[in-house]
């Protein structure tokens, strides 16, 4: 318990940063609001002992203007603390939204990958939520409460000792039925939450892979899962309501007994004498106001549990590591050549298995060099560690003979371009998604940079041309044509290093030439490195390494490495076979040399 509180206490010390100020006037101006609140049980008294019973009629229109201004004052301290406060408070939101945003998006992508549907969602928006309102509670909320609960009870203590002592009395029962509820209460929020949050992701995953549930066939199990979590979720609800209304009702009901109870006691004492007609309407009206701070100092008390588990979700993404790291002494990557050295590269994504051991290649510049390989071998991995997404265990990567470690990581991104197959493309304009990571960009480069990706002509048949909307909510595009765009956003950029993942897998042969076209000026600039899939995509490769067990098995050209009839020779093979019918083939595709069989390449994992 102190340990979580001590967490919440160094993170408000993160977020809080230079907002005591705020926070001081908030409280202040909440201290005020309250305390002016608390004149009525006063004025109440004053009228019914001083005005009425003491026929005192001239003071009625002064005790008049003091009720006008005391609404005024409570008019204005109650705008301002709310101003003050739920701006801050916003603010402080923001902050941590914005924070856990930055860190995520520098996070492990493993770690990313990992979360369930929803659940960044949940824990950027609603745990967030729940953290800012405690901070609020703890800062501003409890210390008002306790003070007054202290005031409230020091000013009847004055009043009458007796009759406080009974209220005090009364007021312990109602905490009890409180606390009796909260739990409960609580346990059935969390459930709450917990059922929605799980199917709120179903829907969106579902949504998400819909042509895989449709092609599967798997709508009418779907529908049946969707609908039995519904049904827990109504009974969760029903449930929860009615343990609310309960427990709502219970405190109605305690409440009136114990106005029935006070009036009770106190008339007994006014009849006495021993307090009078005015004190008694004051302390009904005052143990009116002890009532609500109390409760609001018992739920907060309660609902630290549900503050606790959003702390401890909170903190898990706060506390993850970039999922590399930049030293203080990192410089800008200024390149000259572009040439990319892999030296004995040894990683791998799980401890004692290693994909790449001890890996050594040269990626020249002004030159294509193809990386092949089977299905598995590392070839994706080997682009990853160049853009940064993970490090080496063991050796380095030499841009121009500069360690990638010691360079910005912005800079290193800036100059390479790192093409995924299947790239992703937001939802938004085809526009914005052309220009996506350049910043601004000019009307001329977007379309010279579409024309060369062979997307012009099918973008001005789209309604709105470059301006039509794509992915969620607008225009779906074929995977030849996302790709084109993603090649488009590729030729704006015009980087110095391009890693491309198989870029022709979804186009026509006759788009496929141009792009190929377009490559090969890139290489005049640029160091140019493609994971080849396709017979076609190696034939354009100045150079050829082949990858096989973690390291460089072969390397040479086309010419040489089929010469060689070796592994290549045998990849190469089976990239022809698995695209019979192109009209491609009869070009790149010769007849594996005699005596290379398809086996070299696998046992039965065949090749991408
Ligand atoms: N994030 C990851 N976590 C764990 N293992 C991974 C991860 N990414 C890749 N791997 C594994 O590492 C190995 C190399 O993967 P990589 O994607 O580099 O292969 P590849 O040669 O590009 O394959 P393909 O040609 O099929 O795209 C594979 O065995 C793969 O399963």
Redo the contacts with the bound molecule.
Sequence with gaps: MWKDLVALWNLAKIYLKGKTGAILLGLFTSIIFSLTGLATPYLTRFLIDVVFHASRGDLLLPLLIICGVILIILFFTGIISDYVLVRTFERVKLLMRHDLFRRLLKAP??FL?MQRSGELNYRLFGDTETIQSFFNRLLIGLPIDLLFIVIISSIMVGWNLRMALFVFAVLCLQVLVIIGFQKPLLKYALLQKGKAQFLSGFVVERFRNIQLTRTLNAGAMETDSFKSGLEELMGINVKAYMLGKFSELSVVLVNNIWSFGILWYGGRLVLAGQITLGTLMAFLLTAGMLYPRIASVVGSVLSFQDVRASLYRFLEYHRVMPAVHEPPEAVELLLEEGKVIFENVWF???PEEP?LKGLSATFEPRKITAVV??????????A?LLVRLYDPWEGRILIDNVDIRQVTIESLRNNIRYVI?GEFLFSGSIWDNICYGVGSCSEEQVFAAAGKAGADEFIMQLPEGFHTRIGEGGFQLSSGEAQRIALARLFLANPRIVVL?EPTSFLDPETESAIYQAIMDLKETATVIV?A?RPSTVKIADHIIV?DNGVVAEQGTHAELLGKKGLYAAIYTELCRREPGLPVKKEVCTPAPAGVSSNVISHGEGV?
């Excluded at 390989?373 to 080997?382: A, F, M, W």
Aim: net charge positive; glycine share 16%.
């Design positions: 992508v493993d990958l791998g994504y799980k994909v390989g089977r299905s598995g071998v590392g070839k994706s991995t080997l990853r197959q993942d994971i899939h990858l991408s």
